[in-house]
């Protein structure tokens, strides 16, 4: 066999594709192996082929050929992920080997194909439900690189429940489970002497962990690395009455490097991740071996010898893109990964301090997402605690950065449009909620719906008692009406199927006509 031979071919919604597939389907030692055992009869497969294989037109069900030969068929179809991961993209495939072909290795070889071919549409994971009794099969996802779950249970085509088998391929790495959240401490622990800068940041680091971030940021520099020695005034700081240069007031907040391990250290204690945004070589070589991810500030994106160093690494990294056009972007997003860069998160940002609402372009995130094809963030400068933050959410941020201080009035460029602890806390339980509001990527029937769809959903409802070959006719004795507690009937698009037919049993006032009772 050669699996570079393989090649997919599209199903199409006509009766020769229908044909060949029920006949697989309708095999004997399928049927025997499949949580579906009964023989698909050719007018209802034609309908449930027609209406439901087709749904999805970026998962198309399609045919695996070899040397022009159909060996397989495979379908797909959305379903919220078994893990309750709402972030990632699942899918449930059903794969069915011509029996001519069986035991030959087509199946292991169409579950590779697939997981390769699923990745390229975006597609996170693949699910898997596999009967008991099917060695075969379990073999083959196993050998696939599908990953064994807790054993699960389902109702069969019978009303039967079958125990099953179940399995994921994670067909991109797994990555924090929600939206991680950064409170940017940044240089807000200076104080002004050795000892209040370590109770500062002590504090901030246990009101963080007690907001409920997941991780808490610093910044480390040295003055001489960052401007020329005559740089002068910031004009915004200058607005905001701070009157010195930028030499100085780099130096002011310089933070110890022999102050990093004690950070890191009461991180770990305190139960919340330490991170630290460097600026230069020596404040990358002091950070690395504290951190499991890096930063990479918005003024930095052109920083190209720190992008190569932060890429070497391999560690997760942000990159905030604050003052920044598509090409910089580009060239910074390049770079990375031709240095070797494993996972980059791109943030959007408005580099302005505070930035006013009509500046955040919050749009961006969702184009940053689609050009580059990477994970995004929001680094938000906004002053309002939680507006931005739970719009980036909603558009798709898997990172929210956001500035917090212990009191905005305190001296220094960057705690008048910090948050306070309470604050931080209102954004962090808000985009929580916001979260969990939005659910999984495909739209489904939640269980707190499920009540109210079996009693107010219409269906095809008796209008009276309906006798044994009695001819079913609409506002006669049929109608499309909800059933409140009586048993729902089936869906309106079954009327022009029944209409005419006769009755085939008693049905009582108000009950639900189903499968079979009309002939």
């Not at 991740?273 to 600026?279: D, I, K, R």
């Not at 719009?391 to 950065?401: C, F, S, T």
Request: proline fraction near 6%; aromatic fraction near 10%.
């Amino acid at each position: 066999m050669d699996a570079k031979r393989i090649r997919f071919e599209l199903v199409r919604p006509i009766e020769e594709d229908a044909i060949q597939i029920m006949e697989w389907r309708n095999d004997p030692e399928t049927l025997r192996m499949s949580v579906h055992t009964q023989p698909k009869m050719w007018e209802s497969f034609c309908s449930e082929f027609m209406h439901q294989y087709f749904l999805w037109p970026l998962l198309p069900p399609l045919f695996i050929l070899s040397d022009r030969q159909r060996v397989a068929f495979v379908s797909f179809k959305p379903v919220e992920h078994p893990e309750q991961r709402h972030d990632r993209r699942c899918i449930e495939i059903s794969i069915n080997v011509a029996p001519e072909f069986r035991g030959l290795g087509w199946g292991l070889e169409s579950l590779k194909a697939t997981m390769e071919w699923a990745q390229k549409q975006g597609i996170d994971d693949i699910y898997a439900k596999v009967k008991i009794e099917n060695l075969a099969s379990q073999k083959a996802f196993t050998a696939a690189g599908y990953e064994a779950l807790e054993d699960g249970k389902i109702e069969d085509d019978t009303g039967k429940i079958t125990p099953v088998h179940r399995y994921i391929a994670r067909l991109t790495p797994l990555k924090h489970p929600g939206v991680f959240i950064i409170a940017e401490a940044g240089s807000n622990w200076r104080m002004g002497s050795q000892e209040r800068d370590w109770e500062m940041s002590k504090t901030l680091i246990d009101l963080a962990a007690e907001a409920g971030a997941d991780a808490i940021k610093f910044q480390v520099f040295r003055p001489e690395t960052i401007y020329v020695s005559n740089a002068g005034k910031s004009q915004y700081l200058s607005d905001a009455g701070i009157e010195k240069e930028m030499q100085e007031i780099f130096s002011d907040l310089a933070m110890p490097y022999e102050l990093i391990p004690d950070l890191a250290a009461y991180c770990k204690k305190a139960g919340i991740e330490f991170m630290a945004t460097p600026f230069s070589k020596s404040d990358f070589l002091a950070i690395d071996p504290y951190v499991k991810r890096h930063k990479i500030a918005s003024y930095e994106i052109g920083h190209l010898r720190l992008i190569e160093w932060i890429a070497r690494t391999g560690k997760p990294t942000y990159l905030s893109t604050g003052a920044a056009n598509e090409e910089e972007i580009a060239w910074a997003h390049d770079i990375f990964y031709q240095q070797g860069g494993k996972e980059l998160t791109l943030l959007q940002c408005t580099a302005k301090y505070p930035a006013e609402p009509d500046s955040m372009n919050l749009h961006a995130i969702r184009w940053l997402k689609d050009r580059f094809k990477c994970e995004v963030g929001l680094s938000d400068h906004s002053q309002h605690p939680y507006n931005a933050p739970i719009a980036a959410v909603a558009l798709g941020a898997r990172v929210i950065e956001k500035h917090f201080t212990l009191h905005s009035n305190l001296p220094g460029p960057d705690h008048a449009f910090a948050v306070n602890p309470q604050e931080l806390k209102e954004m962090i339980s808000a985009i929580r909620r916001t979260e969990q509001m939005l659910g999984s990527w495909v739209k489904t029937i939640h269980s707190s719906e499920q009540e109210l769809r079996l009693f107010a959903r219409r269906g095809i409802q008796a209008l009276r008692p309906i006798h044994p070959g009695e001819i079913l006719q609409e506002g006669v004795n049929i109608d499309i009406l909800r059933p409140g507690q009586q048993i729902l009937g089936l869906h309106p698009k079954y009327l022009l199927q029944m209409e005419g037919k006769k009755a085939t049993r008693h049905l009582e006032l108000g009950e639900g006509l189903q499968m079979g009772d009309w002939e």
